[in-house]
């Protein structure tokens, strides 16, 4: 290597927008500049100022269509075409490594769903799962197996199926019968090191998250929770994208280096797939030894308030819900009779749950459920951001409001600026006189 | 008796959050700080056992991160820790939970508690994972989301939260590990004199290097703001109007009408 060609230094490039690539995100590549060289046009598209830029690529990275790339002048980019040369003999060595690690994250196959049930009932979460597996699968063309433990379950694997499973590893055994991280943990660490699979999913429920985790620390892996997002890049790695700070960012976490792939995801994100009846797969039956009298947890009952009026909020096609701006409890009665003659239930954001208008279940938001109604109707909420993550992947979404700059109606599908106590009951009262006169017909 | 709980330090959730220039945490510049909300009832959930098992009785505080997390150490020592330990580490946050969880028990196995109280997840990058690796680490028993939590003769009742309205009641064998929800209890605000107080209490400071031993297993390579969605049509008109464009909308998205 000569003392010249020490001295040269790499060229950075300049950033430059591809013709008709932006999709006008909204000014991401701007916010992200550190030396502020990107401004925004009319159309929302950036103008890099290619004078200033010091070619730090964060605008490229940030770009979410992929429309900012890095221009090199010819000169520049014979320079670099020589410093890979150099480069070339260092890298063999890191070669020789990532081909000791690729054989060995190869030899882990297949995408998991573990389904979680209670009492033999599924959790449906674990079916949306099935959904969201089939297409991981396909990426990677590699089976989708559904795991089911418990006790007297072997019906879940015929559902497995008909949602989309290829195949279901059954453990079934009394010792199963109600879940414990203990007893759990063990069969499904048996079952990973014997199978191997490179991806797991499982549901961001209470269970869900306790066994996850304690999976991920036995066999020593990644995890990432509460997942948003899932897709395979080009070296079959699993990109798991989650909201963090309630939503107010995303992170893409990745688990290159371990097997295999674990990710939680949070019920109603992930579509439900469709049901197919009479789809067919292999059970491939485990035992796992475990002895009742080695678990130091019991479980002594399972106390269900379904019975005293419970709604669940998470699972329902239509939801009503009001905020702060419903002035007091009494106002919520309101909200009831619009949601019955939808055939709905009436949901709360955090303010008002503070407030003691409406009980914590009915919570919707970052720390309340997680819903995708068919129509979600916000009457009173600003929409903090993280009351918008807890809705914002409803089908329909009517805001009324009265102040215009609310954010909520940045998520809105319609947006009405007025006064919610002459909108609510007029609506409530003409859906009963279509409905009278639909009987009278 | 020893306890210990485990408390993070969190930006405000009502700031506005910048990716840094590493493109996978936030800049911390501009930031109001303050204890995880989870934490706070798990702070209480451990003073309020310390009371109930009088001076036999010792509860530690932990808390992972750079100088600033003192503030957050203080106050768990004014609402009724005995002791803290601080563990100095400037790049907390770039750490993954299994990192975390590694340095909390690396320094509790020395340690022999009884009990580990910890929140439920982070307000910021919330993986909800910490306490449940923590306990497979030192092998101890572990309940999470906990909504009731009562101790009597060594074994804890734990009351969990589950889906869609349902309630498990757990007993643990200790030692255990258990993760507070919100509205486990009513968390107290530290009084005055227990400020002064706690300003005398013994806060042990530790550099990470020493308990932590453990390669990440998990990255973050981006860290982005969430797409928007375009916004979407505003309906305006007198209520009456209002209310036709209303239904025409339930007639064309739904079978409420058909």
Sequence with gaps: MTEAKKTVKKPRG????????????????????????????????????????????????????????????????????????????????????????????????????????????????????????????????????????????????????????????????????????????????????????EIILMGATGLGRDLAGAVATEVKTGLTADCTGLSIDDKRNLMQTRPAFGGNIMATIMCDKFRPQMATVRPHVMPMSERQPGRVGTIIRESCPIREEDILVKVLEIISDRNKDHVDVAGAEFIVSGGRGMMGKENFAMLKELADELGGVVGASRSAVDAGWMPQERQVGQTGKTVRPKIYVACGISGAIQHLVGMQDSDVVIAINRDKDAPIFEVATYGIVGDLFQVIPALTNRLRELKAARGLK | MKLLVCVK?????????????????????????????????????AVKLREQLGESCELTVLSIGP????????????????????????????????QIASIIAGYAKEQSYDIIFTGMQSQDRGSAQVGVLVAELLGFTCATTLVGFAFADGVITAKRELEGGLKGVAKLQIPAVVTCQLGLNIPRYPTLPNIMKAKRKEIAAIPVTELLKEEPLAATTSFHPPAKKGGGVVLEGDVGELVEKVIAILKDKTAVLR
């Design chain 1, 14 to 197: 300049k950033a430059s927008l591809m013709e008709g690539k932006c999709i006008a995100c909204g000014a991401r590549c701007q916010s992200v500049c550190p030396v502020n060289c990107v401004e925004m046009n009319d159309a929302g598209e950036p103008i890099i100022d290619q004078s200033t830029c010091i070619g730090c690529i964060k605008c490229v990275k940030i770009c979410p269509a992929q429309a900012i790339e890095m221009y090199f002048t010819p000169e520049e980019q014979a320079i670099l075409a020589e410093l890979v040369g150099e480069a070339e003999a260092v890298t063999e060595d890191e070669e020789s490594e990532a081909r000791s690690l690729a054989t060995r994250l190869a030899a882990y196959k297949g995408v998991w769903v573990f389904v979680e049930q209670t009492e033999g009932e599924a959790a449906k979460v674990s079916w949306e799962l099935l959904g969201k597996g089939r297409e991981l699968a396909g990426n990677l063309g590699v089976q989708l197996s559904a795991v089911v433990v418990g006790e007297g379950v072997e019906h879940l694997c015929i559902e497995a199926f008909e949602y989309g499973a290829d195949q279901v590893y059954l453990v079934d055994a009394p010792v199963f019968k109600h879940y414990r991280t203990e007893s759990y943990l063990k069969a499904l660490c048996l079952l990973v090191q014997k199978y191997q699979p």
């Design chain 2, 67 to 98: 100088d600033r997390v003192g503030e957050v150490i203080k106050k768990a020592l004014a609402m009724g820790a005995d002791r803290a330990v601080h563990v100095q580490d400037l790049d907390a946050a770039g750490k993954d939970p299994w």
């Design chain 2, 9 to 45: 330090q969190v930006p405000d959730m009502e700031s506005r959050f910048k990716p840094d220039s590493r493109g996978v945490w936030f800049s911390e510049t501009d930031l109001a700080w303050r204890m995880n909300e989870y934490d706070e009832y798990a702070v209480e959930e």
